[in-house]
């Protein structure tokens, strides 16, 4: 896929000090919930383009988290800027881990931040909170931070796609604007309902044109598609079709399933579908391509492509209980992972003044 345009940008970052108070929570009534907004704080007038900029590259100067945010070895001198960080970070979740992933690339940045002086006399502050990838408890710690904590400048993080989107929805409320490293459903992309939301990685979307091209390489004019009735995956779908349609390539048949698959993939089979897209979760995979086995469509005249985001080996993890781990394995034999980068190939110089290749060995 092609690279997304870039424009030349003066940048207005500089720091003209405290020179007007400004407020860095809520900005209205008491809330539905009986949180009280609290007085403004003291703060620069930073640009809220370059508080992203900022934060995109690194935030605060160390942390641990607990249950109502983090304790914060701060700097001997200087005034923080709180930054309210809303990720699931507990290790029984399956998405902790990219919680917990993101951190060394955060002090990373840190140190580069502080090295710089890029804020001086100011630091990010940032308090960690746990959303457990569980909407109530998101919610939960969203207003903890509020309650609880100290007035939050904007919000860091957002993996899951339920919790992130209630919260983001939330926003205008409190006059918080959000940046998301790991949010991918396209539903946020919709800038009427989730205006003050933004993020550092694209839509599920992107990987559709990838697919397309993909399809015309092989010159295979002709596919079916399986999607879990997911509101994420029906987004993306229903992308992929239209795309489909701009490139004349036949969707031969369009079926989606809840918890079983299986009649969905007969009904593929028998419309004689040999190129299957799926949208689905890796649990569902697991059933997806147990039911593929007994339909006998795998091999090589069949080519499966599904999402290329699922966690490594997760197959292992998987439920097999349909069918054995043997038969699970032959069915997916040879399918194919549609995902975007996660970090470019391209030897060229972020803003950091690394190129992505430096950064990732700096990070090891």
Known sequence: MAPSPRRRWNSPCALPGAE???????????????VSPKPAIQMPMLPPQCLLLVLGLGLGPGFVYGSRGTTIEQPANGTSLSIMGLMPLNETVAKGNIGRGVLPAVQLAIDQIRNISLLHPYFLDLKLYDTACDNAQGLKAFY????????????????CPSVTSIIAESLKGWNLVQLSFAATTPVLADKKKYPYFFRTVPSDNAVNPAIVKFLKH?????????????????????DLTGELEDSAIQIADTESFSNDPCSSVKKLKGNDVRIIIGQFDEHMAAKVFCCAFDEDMYGSKYQWIIPGWYQA??????????????????????????????????????????TPQQYEKKKK
């Not at 007007?20 to 009986?34: F, I, K, L, V, W």
């Not at 007035?151 to 993996?159: C, I, Q, R």
Request: net charge positive; glycine share 12%; proline share 3%.
């Open 20 to 34: 007007t108070p400004q407020a860095a929570g809520a900005g209205g009534a008491e809330s539905a919930t009986g």
């Open 144 to 159: 903890d931070a509020i309650k609880y904590g100290p007035n939050h400048l904007m919000v860091f993080g957002g993996v």
């Open 218 to 238: 092989f010159k295979w004019k002709r596919v079916g598609t399986l999607t879990q009735d997911i509101q994420r995956f029906s987004e993306v779908r229903n």
């Open 313 to 354: 080996l997760w197959w292992q993890q998987a439920n097999t209980s349909t069918c054995s781990t043997k038969n699970l394995l032959t069915a997916m034999e040879g399918y194919i992972g549609v995902d975007f980068e996660p970090l470019s190939t391209k030897q060229i110089k972020t803003i950091s003044g690394r």
